[in-house]
C-alpha cells in the first residue's frame, strides 16, 4: 500500500492505494466520482477518459500512483461554477448527443481535450479524434454536431 | 490483476539498480502492459515506472542528422515535435492508438514490446535506427529478433532512439478495424545511399526489410519501380483478419502507396 496524494477538479485528495489501483478505480471507488465510467477496462471504448495534467488519457489503463502529484479534471469538473452544464455539455443536451449516456462523460472530456489542441475543428478532425471513444447508441453524427457547435462553428455534416 | 508494488525512479541510475530484482519489470506508458497485466499474463512482484525519469523524456536533433529521441517520450509528443523535421515519423507516431493511447504510450515501449503488429518497429527498421539503452548502442538491423523478441538483455532499457532522417519517407498501414494495429505497415525512408523498406503486421518473424524493394527503389524512387514484384505468402500470419496471400498482397500496395506519399 502507498500514498498518493493528487489534485482532482481543483481539490487536492489523497489516499492509500494499492500497485494495482487503477486510477479510474481510485476516481470511482476511494473519492466516489462515479462519473468516469469503465466499459471495457480494456482502453478500447473511452468510457474512462479523463485529464491528466491537461491530457486525455484512459483512466483504466493508467495506475493511480503514476498520476501522483497530478491535476486531474474529470466529468464532475466540467460543469460551470454554479452547477450549470458547461459549453460541451450544453451542446451535447441541444443536439442530442446521447442516448444511454453510458459513453458521454468519455466523449465529453474528449472533446475539451481536441477544442483546446484545436479550438475549430473540421467534421473530419472531429471524427478522427473520436477514434478512440465507442457509442453504441447515436451513431456518431449527434456527438460531432454537439462538438462542432462546442466549437462555435455550423453543425452541417458531410456525413449525413 | 495479481498484486504489485510500484516504484518510480528519478533517474536512469536508480532504474537500472530497480530492475536488477529478478521479479521487478519495467513499465513504460502500459498501453500494452496494463492490459497484459489485467488477463494475468504477467505477474511481476515490482513494476518500475520509467516515465518519470526526466532524462528519458524529449525530442532533439544531432550532429549527424537523427532525430533523437528519449525512451519514454510518448507518440504524441513525437508527433507534434516531429513534424517539420521528420514528417514520416510524425505520421507514423500520430496515428498509433487513438489521441488518449499516444498521449501514454512511449517509443521505448514499443520497441522493447515488439508487438509484430506494432507501427514503431517499422521506422526504427526503415531508418536503420540506433537504439541506445543503459548499457550499449543497438543498431536496428540486430535489434529485432522475432515476434516479441528483442536484442534486450533482462533489466536493459531504451533509454534514447536515434533515427537517421531521410530525404523523404512515409509510412502506410492498413488498420486491422477492431484493434487499430497494423493488419500490415509499410515504412519507406530514401536517404542519399539507397532506400530502406520495414514491414510490420505482415510476417511470423515480426518486422522486416524488403530488400528486393529496397533495390528496385534504390534505382529509381518511384510506384512504377515495384511493378512485378511481389511477396512469397510462406511465413506471413495468417489469421480470422487476413490470410497469408492477403497479408503478401498488401505489403505490395502499402508500399506503393508510402512510395507515392512520401515526403
Given at each position: 500500500m502507498a500514498e498518493v496524494t493528487m489534485t482532482v477538479n481543483g481539490k487536492s485528495v489523497s489516499g492509500t492505494i494499492e500497485g494495482r489501483t487503477l486510477l479510474a478505480d481510485f476516481l470511482r471507488t476511494?473519492?466516489?466520482?462515479?462519473?468516469t465510467h469503465i466499459g471495457c477496462?480494456?482502453?478500447?471504448?473511452?468510457?474512462c477518459l479523463v485529464h491528466v495534467n491537461g491530457m486525455a488519457v484512459k483512466s483504466c489503463t493508467m495506475f493511480a500512483a503514476e498520476a501522483d502529484g497530478a491535476e486531474v479534471v474529470t466529468i464532475?469538473?466540467?460543469?460551470?461554477?454554479?452547477?450549470s452544464l458547461g459549453v460541451i455539455q450544453q451542446a451535447f443536451q441541444d443536439h442530442h448527443?446521447?442516448?444511454?449516456?453510458?459513453c458521454t462523460p468519455g466523449m465529453v472530456m474528449s472533446a475539451a481535450a481536441l477544442l483546446k489542441e484545436n479550438p475549430k475543428p473540421t467534421e473530419a478532425e472531429v471524427r478522427e479524434y473520436l477514434e478512440g471513444n465507442i457509442c453504441r447508441?447515436?451513431?456518431?453524427h449527434n456527438i460531432v454536431k454537439a462538438i462542432l457547435a462546442a466549437s462555435g462553428q455550423d453543425v452541417v455534416l458531410a456525413a449525413e | 490483476m495479481y498484486a504489485f508494488d510500484i516504484e518510480q525512479p528519478k533517474t536512469i541510475a536508480e532504474a537500472v539498480a530497480a530492475l536488477a530484482s529478478d521479479e521487478a519489470q519495467a513499465l513504460g506508458g502500459g498501453q500494452t502492459l496494463i492490459p497484459t497485466l489485467k488477463q494475468r499474463l504477467a505477474s511481476p512482484e515490482t513494476l518500475i515506472s520509467l516515465?518519470?525519469?526526466?532524462?528519458?523524456?524529449g525530442v532533439c536533433l544531432s550532429d549527424r542528422g537523427e532525430l533523437c529521441v528519449g525512451g519514454a517520450t510518448t507518440h504524441a509528443e513525437v508527433a507534434r515535435m516531429a513534424a517539420k523535421s521528420f514528417p514520416g515519423l510524425s505520421g507514423l507516431a500520430g496515428h498509433i492508438g487513438d489521441p488518449a493511447v499516444r498521449n501514454r504510450g512511449t517509443v521505448g515501449g514499443s520497441l522493447a514490446n515488439?508487438?509484430?503488429?506494432?507501427?514503431y518497429p517499422a521506422a526504427a527498421l526503415g531508418t536503420g535506427a540506433t537504439i541506445k539503452t543503459d548499457r550499449r548502442e543497438i543498431s536496428a538491423d540486430d535489434y529485432f529478433q522475432g515476434m516479441?523478441?528483442?536484442?534486450l538483455q533482462e533489466g536493459?532499457?531504451?533509454?534514447e532512439v536515434r533515427f537517421p532522417i531521410p530525404e523523404v519517407s512515409n509510412y502506410q498501414k492498413f488498420l486491422?478495424?477492431?484493434?487499430?494495429?497494423?493488419?500490415v505497415g509499410v515504412f519507406v525512408a530514401k536517404y542519399p545511399d539507397g532506400v530502406r523498406v520495414a514491414v510490420t503486421g505482415a510476417s511470423e518473424d515480426g518486422v522486416f526489410r524488403w530488400t528486393e524493394a529496397e533495390r528496385a527503389l534504390s534505382a529509381s524512387?518511384?510506384?512504377?519501380?515495384?511493378?512485378?514484384l511481389s511477396i512469397p505468402a510462406d511465413g506471413m500470419i495468417g489469421d480470422i483478419h487476413g490470410t497469408p496471400e492477403y497479408r503478401a498482397h498488401l505489403i505490395g500496395v502499402m508500399t506503393r502507396r508510402a512510395v507515392a506519399a512520401a515526403s
Open positions: 476511494d473519492l466516489r466520482l462515479t462519473g477496462d480494456t482502453s478500447q471504448c473511452g468510457a464532475e469538473g466540467m460543469a460551470n461554477a454554479d452547477g448527443g446521447l442516448q444511454c449516456g453510458f447508441c447515436t451513431g456518431y | 516515465t518519470g525519469i526526466s532524462e528519458m523524456q515488439n508487438d509484430p503488429s506494432a507501427c516479441f523478441a528483442t536484442d536493459e532499457i531504451i533509454t486491422q478495424p477492431a484493434s487499430r494495429f497494423a493488419l524512387f518511384e510506384p512504377a519501380s515495384l511493378e512485378g
